[in-house]
């Protein structure tokens, strides 16, 4: 997955990662057929996860100035999912709208349905394709009384808990809200917030927050005392991690990208991750990112031999996307004036509105695997395809079953120590 990165010979790579992968499966005959490949889970476009995660991504990244990207699609779309079922009118379209994927949904799903199966099929996997923490609620201030019908649907069918905040001013708001987040994280401090939440009287915040450590279906070999380079804004230092064995791979030559798709252990999720050919920026690649492409290239990968090159490293975000929702037509919720909370609150009417949209991530890429599998069977590793993340990529983790996003990001910056050209 993704975060820290290096350079090197390309030229002895592949001839490294291939003996590494062989070296760690002698114990198998040689003559033993590789593993099946799962059924890939369903495309992303009538999924409600991938439509906002791709317009929330492009919203964010139409800041210039913006780095490395990290955030839940999945929880973020869950909390505004809580949020319509407390909304009417206006408030409850323009919520709708923001989740309403391009292709029609399934005969006899709705939206929320999804939502709720998503959630409860990523929970049930914690703990085999990876290690999760989440958390979402909604906080309140000052608000007239909660129906407990609201609080109750929404922990129920989107895992969203109701806290109220104190009657402290914007500090201890602030503070209030930070100490959820790290407990969110295990305890792990997120990113401070760069936008000022201001939250007076009649303000719903919602807030989620998620840490994530993806354990591979096969070990990754590392050597931390070799360094490669990793192009990105600055150049830096970083320990790689290698293999080589049987993916799902895709070459668009057309676009001049390369599409990869490795599974977790147990075969519950899977990391889908975008590289650009050359060494770039990553505006091109953004500029052709749709639905309807990514699908195509899911559907046109198919189990081919790849040498893989990640990064060993640790992303972290703290959003707020009051300025992203609100440029993607969620308007009506931010003003008290306008705003229709009614399912929220029988007195709602000019006295609640929307005041915060807050997400804190953090992403944790290493090269174990999860316990190991004994029917896991040798891979015939053959001319192996390069994919060697030297340079800016996208990834995905998505859901086996359900195909649900549940992380999206972008990593243009690898920490580590800087890079100094002594030629």
């Given at each position: 997955?993704?975060?820290?990165?290096?350079?090197?010979?390309?030229?002895?790579?592949?001839?490294?990662?291939?003996?590494?992968?062989?070296?760690?499966?002698?114990?198998?005959?040689?003559?033993?057929?590789?593993?099946?490949?799962?059924?890939?889970?369903?495309?992303?476009?009538?999924?409600?996860?991938?439509?906002?995660?791709?317009?929330?991504?492009?919203?964010?990244?139409?800041?210039?100035?913006?780095?490395?990207?990290?955030?839940?699609?999945?929880?973020?779309?869950?909390?505004?999912?809580?949020?319509?079922?407390?909304?009417?009118?206006?408030?409850?379209?323009?919520?709708?709208?923001?989740?309403?994927?391009?292709?029609?949904?399934?005969?006899?799903?709705?939206?929320v349905e999804l939502l709720?199966?998503?959630?409860?099929?990523?929970?049930?996997?914690?703990?085999?394709?990876?290690?999760?923490?989440?958390?979402?609620?909604?906080?309140?201030?000052?608000?007239?009384?909660?129906?407990?019908?609201?609080?109750?649907?929404?922990?129920?069918?989107?895992?969203?808990?109701?806290?109220?905040?104190?009657?402290?001013?914007?500090?201890?708001?602030?503070?209030?809200?930070?100490?959820?987040?790290?407990?969110?994280?295990?305890?792990?401090?997120?990113?401070?917030?760069?936008?000022?939440?201001?939250?007076?009287?009649?303000?719903?915040?919602?807030?989620?927050?998620?840490?994530?450590?993806?354990?591979?279906?096969?070990?990754?070999?590392?050597?931390?005392?070799?360094?490669?380079?990793?192009?990105?804004?600055?150049?830096?230092?970083?320990?790689?991690?290698?293999?080589?064995?049987?993916?799902?791979?895709?070459?668009?030559?057309?676009?001049?990208v390369q599409v990869l798709?490795?599974?977790l252990w147990g075969g519950?999720?899977?990391?889908?991750?975008?590289?650009?050919?050359?060494?770039?920026?990553?505006?091109?690649?953004?500029?052709?990112?749709?639905?309807?492409?990514?699908?195509?290239?899911?559907?046109?990968?198919?189990?081919?031999?790849?040498?893989?090159?990640?990064?060993?490293?640790?992303?972290?975000?703290?959003?707020?996307?009051?300025?992203?929702?609100?440029?993607?037509?969620?308007?009506?919720?931010?003003?008290?004036?306008?705003?229709?909370?009614?399912?929220?609150?029988?007195?709602?009417?000019?006295?609640?509105?929307?005041?915060?949209?807050?997400?804190?991530?953090?992403?944790?890429?290493?090269?174990?695997?999860?316990?190991?599998?004994?029917?896991?069977?040798?891979?015939?590793?053959?001319?192996?395809?390069?994919?060697?993340?030297?340079?800016?990529?996208?990834?995905?983790?998505?859901?086996?079953?359900?195909?649900?996003?549940?992380?999206?990001?972008?990593?243009?910056?690898?920490?580590?120590?800087?890079?100094?050209?002594?030629?």
């Amino acid at each position: 997955m993704l975060p820290r990165l290096p350079f090197c010979l390309l030229i002895s790579l592949p001839v490294l990662l291939v003996q590494g992968s062989a070296a760690n499966s002698s114990k198998k005959s040689p003559d033993a057929p590789a593993s099946p490949v799962p059924h890939p889970p369903p495309p992303p476009q009538g999924d409600p996860t991938w439509t906002l995660g791709l317009r929330v991504y492009r919203a964010l990244r139409s800041d210039s100035s913006a780095g490395n990207i990290l955030f839940s699609p999945l929880l973020v779309a869950s909390s505004l999912g809580a949020l319509g079922e407390g909304s009417a009118g206006n408030t409850a379209s323009q919520v709708r709208d923001l989740l309403k994927p391009p292709s029609p949904i399934k005969a006899g799903t709705q939206v929320v349905e999804l939502l709720s199966e998503a959630l409860k099929s990523f929970g049930e996997a914690n703990g085999t394709s990876f290690h999760l923490r989440a958390s979402s609620a909604v906080f309140s201030k000052q608000v007239p009384p909660v129906n407990q019908a609201f609080v109750k649907q929404s922990q129920t069918r989107f895992r969203v808990q109701h806290q109220p905040l104190g009657k402290g001013d914007t500090k201890a708001d602030l503070k209030q809200l930070q100490d959820w987040a790290k407990a969110g994280l295990s305890g792990l401090e997120g990113a401070p917030l760069e936008a000022e939440i201001k939250a007076g009287a009649g303000a719903l915040i919602l807030t989620s927050a998620v840490h994530f450590k993806g354990l591979w279906e096969r070990e990754f070999s590392e050597d931390k005392a070799d360094r490669r380079t990793f192009l990105g804004k600055k150049y830096t230092k970083v320990v790689m991690m290698h293999r080589a064995g049987l993916y799902r791979f895709y070459e668009d030559t057309d676009n001049m990208v390369q599409v990869l798709e490795a599974p977790l252990w147990g075969g519950k999720a899977r990391v889908v991750l975008l590289l650009p050919f050359h060494v770039e920026n990553l505006a091109r690649l953004e500029k052709l990112l749709t639905l309807e492409l990514l699908s195509k290239w899911l559907e046109k990968a198919s189990v081919t031999s790849v040498a893989i090159s990640l990064p060993k490293a640790n992303i972290t975000s703290t959003l707020s996307l009051q300025k992203q929702l609100f440029a993607l037509g969620l308007t009506d919720a931010w003003d008290q004036t306008l705003a229709d909370f009614s399912g929220v609150s029988d007195k709602s009417k000019g006295k609640i509105h929307l005041g915060g949209v807050l997400h804190w991530a953090s992403l944790e890429l290493a090269a174990q695997a999860g316990k190991e599998d004994a029917d896991l069977e040798e891979e015939h590793i053959d001319k192996p395809k390069l994919f060697y993340t030297d340079h800016p990529f996208i990834f995905f983790v998505r859901d086996s079953t359900t195909g649900a996003l549940l992380l999206m990001g972008a990593l243009d910056h690898a920490e580590g120590e800087a890079f100094h050209d002594e030629l």
